[in-house]
């Protein structure tokens, strides 16, 4: 056992590829009759949720900036993604490339904008963002497909090699394990600390020679880049999506997202969409007589937030904090015995 | 010049009913420090409190809507009893966040309660229009612009002139101080979320009439609404009012005479560069930060 | 000996909506002095360092640095976050550390801007990023030591002691080589011993890392044992410029600080 923690302490990044490791057998648990594919499909809207998430958490549990607008990211890297590879038939990877340098690119408008405007205001103005881009998917419908929505396939690799569901689960696992440890190395290196740093002082951020104007943009540019990713990876799982989709509503629970799991927590992200995305469907609509209410879902989200925010600001893992003490006990305990009958 | 002033009636109308959920906004606002998010769901969901009244209880229009207004007051408080006591050393953006936990909460209750079909509820005056100058506004119209000017003059009249209304101005100035001076701060917070939530179900109930009550009605005006304070400014009480107003006003105006599609959308982007060049709004004041 | 001259403040006026906060002020640091700016409150030292650390833009005045580089700049024309380059960093009367870092991630801080290597190689772990941070990890090591908080390094900022706290602040003004080093208030908070103990630190300071040190304080016995030479104003105008002897026999000072006999 000590071994095995020593393993995931000196390189931390070995969590992050068990945990893909792991994640990627679910297809085949699935072949296997374990698991049954709708629990796949939620498992797939967790993996690129977690995605969005982990921007989000750069941006708002890092930085310090809120934003509103993620699901309109989200959307616009879909449908994008949708357009190329189907309408223009262009190549799987360079499609990515673009359905996630365009938004980021309006990302880095709005960045600007956040020099100006601070807390409240940006939380505003960013929800503005939400409503003009949702308008925008709505009119530009020979892009979008409006209201009847727009479809997409599965991705199409090299041109050659046509995935299917379970091949493109495993790639959205690779992504994410990749997005993590990426994400893990620039926050515990010196942009992770400019990030701080903005967020507790500003004052001591500049004093400190930080540029509030480059690390704010470059947050909200990972942030979106991020949400556009998510995006994609959405449009070549679930293959189809419509405007409504991209609401606030949308925005708010992958702001629960991070909220729940912890904030300033790499793995917090995925834990908060596991959370807000998959108990719902995999273990509430499973029990008797609650899984019938309407809008148990946002309930259960809601309620969580809110119980979070006040009673473990650093995420629902502290509600494993009593178990957590407990072992730690046990392990003194022994440890002293273990001293005592040395010493004998 | 028929046209102009019949889009100015019904700017008056939706500029009340914007003015009403604004003003429910910015007392929490100017009284608990944070901005809340969940007013439109506030509104919604005692919205839906009254149509049931309608329905089940065969009452009429008006005293449906007075029992909305009191599960309005109720909800409230016990919104603020329950969950924002709790939250006094909470950081300004976490309490925000809690208000993006309430909009989840009501979002799920409503139709746990209430189902998922759309209700209708309606107008306040049935019938009737009169004429002025050419332009047509329906009774009902004349209504909901009135009872909106009536309730934000009582409401303004009661800050200014009455007791209780200075004790609301002076908790909004400065929560500790007011306390020290014997304000009882704790029954202030508590009357502005029970009448936010009021504000906010009177709102709904004035434009349930044209959209049906369900969970998303109040969407729209709780953006607006938002956009107004940041209008107006988060300074003063009647800024956003008057913010919400004028984007009532801007918004049909666009709406006729620039594009159907794009006048919402394009408000937003006019507001946006605004802010961008007045970050404290229109009346807003700056307060330089002491290092 | 000739002295260089580090930091010279040329008719320094700054104006808060018709009130004069610092009222043509003239003073000059010498390279390896430790020298004070002292006033009764509300004299206008923290506007006056506000405006030498480009906080606030002076309506008037110069502020001339001999920077890094061996010349003479005004920093009234660089930006709050351009100041550090040039070998001029501050600490803050109210303590600007991060509490979700650890002693030795605030002091990294520090050293931003030594860094060369942006996102993408960090992100990466590329050899040229490693390798940086392992550079600067040392060097905040070694004035940890110097500081005698290496125990803690990696405890979080949150819950630290007071005087903790305020070495750490300066240890991170350390990381960025600085030529002059701006104290807001060292001594605010800090009872007869420890005052005396930041006395000693500071010399230590001057000595160990060549640097030149401004106090700008209202604390009378630091001021008076450790530095070279004081300035005081009072209503933002200068009384007097002087070793603390001559600065104590000032008359006006005296004034300023006692109030006139009737």
């Given amino acids: ?344 | 010049m028929s046209i102009f002033l019949q889009l100015l009636f019904s700017s008056l109308e939706t500029g009340s009913v914007y003015a009403l959920a604004t003003l429910g906004i910015i007392i929490i606002f100017r009284t608990s420090r944070m901005t809340n998010f969940a007013q439109g769901s506030l509104g919604m969901m005692n919205a839906f409190v009254a149509t049931f009244a309608l329905i089940n209880l065969n009452v009429n229009v008006f005293v449906a809507a007075f029992i909305g207004m009191i599960s309005a007051f109720i909800t409230g408080v016990v919104v603020d009893l329950v969950i924002m006591r709790h939250a006094k050393r909470v950081s300004p953006v976490s309490k925000q966040i809690i208000t993006f936990g309430l909009i989840m909460l009501f979002l799920g209750i409503a139709p746990m309660l209430f189902g998922t079909s759309p209700l209708s509820f309606p107008r306040f005056i049935s019938e009737g229009s009169i004429s002025i100058s050419g332009a047509s506004v329906t009774y009902n119209g004349i209504f909901n612009i009135s009872v909106g000017l009536f309730i934000m003059i009582a409401l303004f009249v009661f800050l200014k002139k009455t007791k209780w209304g200075l004790a609301v101005r002076v908790t909004a100035s400065n929560e500790e101080t007011a306390q020290l001076m014997g304000v009882p701060t704790k029954l202030v917070t508590m009357g502005a979320w029970a009448v936010a939530a009021a504000l906010g179900t009177l709102a709904a109930l004035m434009l349930a009439p044209a959209i049906t009550v369900n969970v998303s009605m109040m969407d729209n005006v709780q953006i607006n609404a938002l956009i107004a304070c940041v209008l107006g400014g988060f300074q003063t009480f009647y800024g956003p009012v008057l913010g919400a107003y004028i984007i009532g006003l801007s918004k049909n105006l666009l709406i006729y005479y620039v594009s159907s599609t794009w006048g919402n959308a394009l408000l937003y982007i006019l507001i946006l560069v605004f802010i961008v060049f007045r970050p404290n709004g229109l009346i807003g004041k700056n307060y330089i930060k002491k290092v | 000996m000739k002295k260089n001259h580090c930091l010279t403040i040329n008719n320094l006026t700054m104006t808060f909506g018709g009130i004069k906060a610092v009222d043509d002020l003239s003073f000059q640091i010498y390279e390896n002095e430790i020298y004070g700016l002292i006033g009764p409150n509300g004299a206008g030292k923290t506007t006056v360092f506000n405006c030498i650390t480009q906080f606030y833009k002076p309506n008037a005045g110069q502020v001339i640095f001999n920077n890094k580089s061996d010349q003479s700049i005004d920093l009234v024309t660089y930006q709050t976050h351009e100041i550090i380059q040039e070998g001029l960093v501050r600490t803050f009367q109210n303590i600007e550390l991060i509490n979700e870092l650890s002693l030795l991630d605030n002091l990294l801080v520090g050293a931003h801007v030594h860094y060369e290597t942006g996102i993408f190689f960090q992100g990466l772990r590329l050899k040229k990023a490693r390798d940086e941070e392992i550079k600067m990890k040392k060097k905040a090591e070694k004035i940890l030591e110097f500081l005698e908080l290496f125990e803690r390094k990696d405890e979080l900022v949150a819950g630290q002691p007071y005087g903790v706290l305020k070495k750490v602040e300066l240890g991170r003004t350390l990381m960025s080589d600085p030529k002059l080093i701006i104290l807001d208030e060292p001594a605010a908070g800090l009872n007869e011993t420890e005052t005396t103990q930041l006395a000693g630190l500071l010399r230590d300071i001057r000595l160990e890392y060549d640097c030149t040190i401004l106090l700008v304080e209202h604390d009378m016995r630091l001021v008076m044992d450790v530095c070279d030479r004081i300035c005081a104003i009072s209503f933002g105008r200068k009384l007097g410029e002087g070793t603390p002897r001559a600065i104590q026999k000032n008359k006006r000072v005296q004034e300023a600080y006692l109030g006139t006999e009737v």
């Fill in chain 1, 1 to 344: 056992m000590e071994h095995i923690k020593k393993i995931f302490n000196t390189k931390p990044y070995n969590y992050y590829i068990f945990f893909g490791i792991l994640l990627s057998l679910a297809p085949t648990a699935q072949q296997l009759g374990l698991l049954n594919s709708s629990t796949i499909i939620v498992l797939g809207t967790v993996i690129f949720y977690s995605v969005v998430g982990v921007g989000l958490n750069v941006l708002l549990g890092y930085s310090g900036l809120i934003s509103l607008g993620t699901a309109g990211f989200m959307g616009l890297g879909s449908y994008m993604a949708a357009y190329l590879t189907v309408d223009m038939n262009l190549p799987y990877f360079l499609s990515v490339i673009i359905s996630v340098s365009i938004p980021l690119a309006v990302g880095l408008v709005i960045g600007l904008i956040s020099l100006r405007i601070q807390g409240y205001y940006l939380a505003i103005a960013t929800l503005g963002v939400s409503e003009i881009l949702k308008q925008v998917f709505i009119e530009m419908d020979t892009l979008t497909g409006g209201f009847s929505g727009k479809s997409a396939f599965y991705p199409k690799i090299f041109g050659l090699l046509e995935l299917n569901r379970q091949f493109t689960f495993i790639g959205m696992s690779i992504v994410l394990v990749l997005i993590l440890i990426f994400s893990h190395n620039f926050i515990n290196a010196r942009t992770g600390r400019a990030f701080l740093t903005m967020r507790g002082s500003e004052s001591a951020a500049k004093a400190m020679g930080i540029n509030l104007l480059k690390y704010k943009l470059t947050a909200f540019g990972i942030a979106t880049a991020y949400a556009a990713l998510g995006g994609v990876l959405y449009i070549h799982f679930i293959r189809f999506a419509y405007p409504s989709g991209w609401s606030v509503t949308l925005s708010l629970q992958i702001l629960a997202v991070i909220v729940i799991g912890g904030m300033r927590k790499m793995n917090g992200p995925v834990i908060g969409a596991f959370i807000v995305f998959g108990v719902p469907e995999l273990i509430l609509k499973q029990i008797p007589i609650i899984s019938g209410i309407d809008g148990l879902a946002y309930i259960f989200t809601g309620v969580l937030i809110i119980v979070v925010i006040l009673f473990y600001p650093d995420g629902v893992i502290d509600l494993l904090n009593p178990i957590k003490d407990y072992i730690e006990k046990y392990k003194e305990n022994k440890n002293e015995e273990k001293s005592l009958l040395d010493n004998q």
